[in-house]
């Protein structure tokens, strides 16, 4: 049935549902930033009666990744079982319950149970949401509809920089718990189900109503139908794991796992959840928490121009000039970093190569390597091809948060920052040899090019 409440129809209400799943994972990735220090120098904002260890610390803010990689294999399984709407929804509940469980029970292990289960439920959502996206848009707005969750993320995170500085550990869980519910609310009632799935399941008067539901009013929507529908059954003719060795499916694989491999040795992660601690570290002349208040204000900016800039210029060249950008304010940073004696007059050298660097990761490498991860994959395979890919990237990541501080520790955070950005050069070598371009192509015309 095609719910439509003044200006909200399904698309309107999907793209909602994908914004505010963006939300929630930007919030859960900085969680730690204005946390960590509180509860690490026993304020008065701190839920513990002692001060937590470095170890704790780096435990809590690895779990999440931890948990990332065993929920991306459950959501995709489910995504490929009940469907992508009804997983959306699913989603909320453990989101909800985890910063409930933090804001009732003042214990470490229950931390540690609640963060795995903040990551459980972003592992999935990263393959709910990019398989969702990619399927219910058109190639004329589908780079727009993919890059929706990572400018949401953007504002998550500012939203968690902002408000948790300036309130209690407690308070701040109890905030971040609504969030979840209102996404389940918006899911309920406005999204539509997957065509992709529909057709999959041998739905196809479903599939041609949802379709309907996706296109503007009065579209013919028979042709794209028809094109979706042949080449999921030439997918489905085969046996699936020949289907998985095909020339298409493994170029797709490694491309896609490379991609987000670069993505994490871009060094996002562990600068996102230690941001407050780099600036410490780096001495910047502003407050640590202010810093972050403006790092993520500038990280929603540039997160900001992807949907603008991402179907009018080529992905490949995006996602080159980004990785450039990050390569820049990483070395300037790192050579900041190990010079001794810096004069006051530069102390404003670490918010400003931090926020370009930020600035450069949001408008390319950060949602375009999903977004090209999400369009590369066989619709018949695409659940579990992104299940893989999500491990993945949560295996790398929990080894990068893991160990960020001590690599820190050992080597300097500016030998850190000389080698995430030789990863960014290894990154723009990838892409100028293996990647594909997919700009203005249909899902199908994608794997035509595989094929070839």
Not at 74 to 82: E, V, Y
Request: proline fraction near 3%.
């Amino acid at each position: 049935m095609i719910i439509q409440t003044f200006f909200i129809n399904n698309l309107v209400g999907s793209v909602i549902a994908l914004a505010l799943m963006g939300f929630m994972f930007g919030f859960t990735i900085s969680w730690s930033s204005p946390v960590m220090p509180k509860i690490q120098n026993l304020s008065s904002d701190s839920p513990f009666d002692r001060a937590i260890t470095d170890t704790e610390i780096s435990w809590m803010t690895s779990l999440v990744v931890l948990g990332s990689c065993c929920g991306c294999w459950m959501f995709g399984f489910l995504t490929s079982t009940i469907g992508r709407r009804f997983s959306t929804i699913i989603l909320g509940v453990p989101m909800a319950t985890s910063y409930l469980l933090m804001a009732i029970f003042r214990t470490v292990p229950v931390y540690y149970v609640a963060r795995f289960i903040m990551g459980f439920t972003l592992g999935g959502g990263n393959i709910v949401s990019m398989t969702y996206a990619s399927e219910i848009s058109s190639q004329s707005n589908r780079g727009v509809i993919s890059t929706v969750a990572g400018t949401s993320l953007a504002i998550g995170t500012l939203f968690c920089y902002s408000i948790g500085p300036w309130v209690s550990v407690t308070e701040l869980n109890i905030i971040l718990s609504v969030f979840p519910l209102i996404t389940i609310a918006i899911c309920i009632i406005f999204c539509e189900e997957s065509p992709y799935y529909y057709l999959v399941k041998g739905e196809e008067d479903l599939a041609k109503k949802a379709l309907m539901t996706f296109r503007p009013p009065g579209t013919d929507v028979d042709k794209e139908l028809e094109e979706i529908l042949i080449k999921i059954e030439e997918q489905k003719s085969g046996n699936f794991w020949k289907i998985i060795k095909s020339k298409s499916v493994m170029k797709s694989l490694f491309i896609g796992n490379m991609l987000l491999i670069f993505q994490q040795f871009t060094g996002i992660n562990g600068i996102s959840m230690y941001s407050q601690s780099i600036f410490d570290e780096t001495g910047s002349n502003l407050s640590s928490a202010v810093c972050s208040i403006i790092l993520g204000a500038l990280q929603l900016t540039s997160g900001s121009i992807a949907p603008i800039v991402v179907d009018r210029f080529n992905r490949r060249s995006l996602m080159i000039v980004s990785a450039s950008g990050m390569i820049l304010f990483e070395v300037l940073l790192g050579i900041y970093c190990v010079v001794d004696q810096v004069s006051s007059f530069f102390k404003f050298v670490p918010i400003l190569c931090l926020a370009g660097f930020m600035f450069s990761y949001n408008f390319g490498i950060g949602p375009l390597c999903w977004v090209v991860t999400s369009e590369i994959y066989a619709a018949r395979i695409k659940s579990m091809a992104m299940a893989f890919s999500v491990f993945v990237y949560y295996v790398v990541g929990f080894v990068v948060t893991r160990y960020f501080k001590a690599v820190q520790n050992a080597i300097g955070i500016g030998a850190l920052f000389f080698i995430f950005a030789g990863c960014c050069g290894l990154c723009i070598a990838f892409i100028i040899f293996c990647v594909i371009e997919t700009k203005g192509k249909t899902l199908e015309q994608i794997q035509d090019q595989l094929e070839r």
